[in-house]
């Protein structure tokens, strides 16, 4: 049987993971770039319109054409701005990065329960 670890050792590989993550360049360019984003009254304006033009959208059951056409008008309009589309680079890095530790976690987590298991 495997030895499994304690409450206090999975805290603390957890906080060294956590650690991790907030020392990579990727997060702390990420969340600059966040923070410029945040503070862009254009880049704000245009999603706030998208996101309710997105609401509309969804209420028409995706059925008004003008709605659809002036929502993809207004996103082209948006990832045209250079910071934003620096920004959706850095946020796919970091998502990448969080599903490759999911995934690892998971297939860890798999092979523990498939050796307890007996399989």
Request: hydrophobic fraction near 40%; proline fraction near 1%.
């Amino acid at each position: 049987m495997v030895k499994l670890a304690s409450n206090d050792e999975i805290i603390e590989v957890t906080r060294t993971l956590v650690k991790a993550i907030k020392q990579d360049k990727s997060y702390h360019d990420y969340l600059t770039l966040r923070e410029k984003i945040i503070n862009n009254k254009e880049i704000m304006l245009k999603m706030k319109k998208i996101k309710e033009l997105q609401q509309k959208y969804v209420k028409s059951a995706y059925l008004d054409t003008n709605i659809e056409l002036e929502l993809k008008k207004e996103l082209k309009a948006l990832e045209t701005i250079p910071l934003y589309k620096e920004y959706i680079i850095e946020e796919k890095k970091i998502n990448n990065i969080f599903s490759s530790i999911k995934e690892g976690i998971d297939i860890l987590f798999n092979n523990i329960l498939n050796i307890n298991s007996g399989k």
